[in-house]
């Protein structure tokens, strides 16, 4: 399994862009980049993938580098409900029953 | 649509004892999933179902047992806790064929075993 390596916890200011890092230097070629995010007290929820293009969606951007060694997701303007450990997970692209590997994440700390 | 449910949501158990944990969804998935959750660590996959009747081992399946006797159902055994079974349990499913694969979490179960 392709490993990550993600800032342990990350500070911003509300309504102002935050941008997440990962690096996954052994991802495989037919890997998709997944992020997660885990709200406090909750299960994890789905926040956006990509393979190699950038992605948007109504919650985030994902931004992937050429050689797809790392990534970032980016929260255009944060607000105190995206506080929350958020994941990068390499996900195998082949639709089965694969569980996720999730690492310790980065816990995104937002002040008001 | 609840989406994912489980019960109970808060347990306390003496060393021993045995329990079963329940998750239930309603988005007519066929796979579904149970991970653990220890404290500052992130998600570990115990067992995994495919379908009806069908259960595999994850990462860390020792000390547990499954059943998925129906589709919309999978039950999460401990046959004798152990104090290192203190952990969120949380339950998820996702659709086959999918290429994004997105799975869906149910919000947690916490054990604590004395």
């Known amino acids: 399994d392709a490993k990550t390596t993600q800032p342990n916890s990350m500070e911003s200011n509300e309504e102002e862009p935050v941008h997440l890092p990962c690096n996954h230097s052994?991802?495989?070629?037919?890997?998709?980049i997944h992020w997660y995010r885990q709200l406090p007290s909750q299960g994890p929820e789905y926040v956006i993938h990509?393979?190699?293009s950038n992605v948007n969606n109504r919650m985030a951007s994902l931004a992937i580098a050429e050689d797809r060694k790392s990534s970032t997701l980016i929260l255009h303007r944060a607000t105190l409900r995206d506080a929350a450990v958020y994941y990068c997970?390499?996900?195998?692209?082949?639709?089965?029953?694969?569980?996720?590997?999730f690492g310790k994440g980065t816990h995104l700390i937002i002040q008001p | 649509n609840a989406g994912v449910t489980q019960t109970p949501k808060f347990r306390v158990l003496k060393t021993g004892q045995s329990m079963t944990l329940l998750c239930a969804q309603d988005?007519?998935?066929?796979?579904m999933y149970w991970y653990r959750q220890d404290p500052g660590m992130g998600l570990r996959l115990i067992h995994y179902?495919?379908?009806?009747?069908?259960?595999a081992k994850g990462e860390v399946p020792d000390g547990y047992n499954v059943s998925r006797l129906k589709k919309q159902n999978f039950l999460l055994g401990l046959e004798s806790a152990a104090p290192s079974q203190t952990s969120v349990y949380f339950c998820?499913?996702?659709?086959?064929?999918?290429?994004?694969?997105?799975?869906?979490f149910g919000p947690g179960t916490r054990l604590t075993v004395l």
């Open positions: 998820a499913s996702s659709r086959p064929g999918s290429i994004i694969n997105e799975q869906f």
């Open positions: 052994t991802i495989s070629g037919t890997d998709y």
């Open positions: 990509g393979l190699t």
């Open positions: 997970i390499p996900v195998p692209g082949r639709g089965g029953a694969d569980g996720l590997t």
């Open positions: 988005m007519n998935h066929e796979y």
């Open positions: 179902s495919v379908g009806e009747g069908t259960t």
